[in-house]
């Protein structure tokens, strides 16, 4: 079964390091989603892309936040100058249409700032 | 933010009974439900989902119940199986237009289910 692929598994950076999150989307999905889960709080919508453009992101995707799609399969998630309260599992996402259809999450990088 | 709802943090059964995790929501806007279930060091897997026009969706074992009236969803899992213990999250989403889209989900915080041999 088609899969999201996300590199790393784990990623440790320091304070105000640039770090890029990177996931591979199951091929025929055009919707593309950021979320994140902080330990032991809730699962959190961070941004959605389509077209080649953000479509919707959340108050917590501020501009030390971006997302690109360099080429046809990669899909990235940059955060400039990584803060400790960005330590999270970041799930990356994709969906075949924006309505009535589930996503599908990637296994998550584990980003560990010290 | 708790317009999603999952209040037993653990639930625990015997393989073969039902299990039934429940999920409160309070955003009447809400019109699309899904459930996930998580296991760990990996991300969450979609198990189904339920549209506000339906009351009731079913896949193999698994059977999703919402009641808009109550604002409350169900999963049941029948028979329950030790490969099921993981962490069930129920989600939500509202049709865009209504001050959303189908794919800003709001989570809950998740149910641990163990399936006991």
């Known amino acids: 079964e088609p899969e999201v692929t996300q590199t790393p598994s784990h990623q440790v950076t320091q304070m105000g390091q640039e770090v890029i999150l990177r996931c591979v989307p199951i091929?025929?999905?055009?919707?593309f989603y950021w979320y994140r889960q902080i330990l032991g709080q809730k699962v959190e919508f961070l941004v959605s892309?389509?077209?080649?453009?953000?479509?919707?992101k959340s108050e917590i995707f501020d501009d030390q936040f971006s997302v690109e799609r360099p080429d046809g399969s990669n899909f990235t998630l940059k955060i400039r100058s990584t803060k400790l309260e960005d330590s999270a599992m970041y799930f990356c996402?994709?969906?075949?249409?924006?309505?009535?259809?589930?996503?599908?999450f990637g296994n998550g990088t584990r980003l560990t700032v010290t | 933010d708790q317009q999603v709802k999952q209040n037993s943090p653990s639930l625990s059964v015997q393989e073969g009974r039902i299990s039934i995790l429940n999920c409160d929501y309070t955003?009447?806007?809400?019109?699309?439900f899904l459930w996930y279930k998580k296991y760990p060091a990996e991300g969450p897997t979609f198990l189904i989902s339920?549209?506000?026009?339906?009351d009731k969706n079913e896949d193999g074992r698994f059977t999703v119940f919402l009641n808009k009236s109550a604002k409350h969803l169900s999963l049941h899992i029948v028979p329950s199986q030790p490969g099921d213990s993981a962490v069930y999250f129920c989600?939500?989403?509202?049709?865009?237009?209504?001050?959303?889209?189908?794919?800003?989900?709001?989570f809950g915080k998740g149910t641990l289910l163990t399936v006991n041999p």
């Open positions: 892309f389509y077209n080649n453009e953000i479509s919707e």
């Open positions: 091929s025929n999905h055009l919707y």
């Open positions: 989600a939500a989403s509202k049709r865009a237009g209504s001050g959303g889209s189908n794919y800003k989900l709001t």
């Open positions: 339920i549209s506000s026009i339906k």
């Open positions: 955003n009447s806007m809400f019109d699309y």
């Open positions: 996402a994709s969906s075949v249409s924006q309505y009535n259809s589930p996503l599908h």
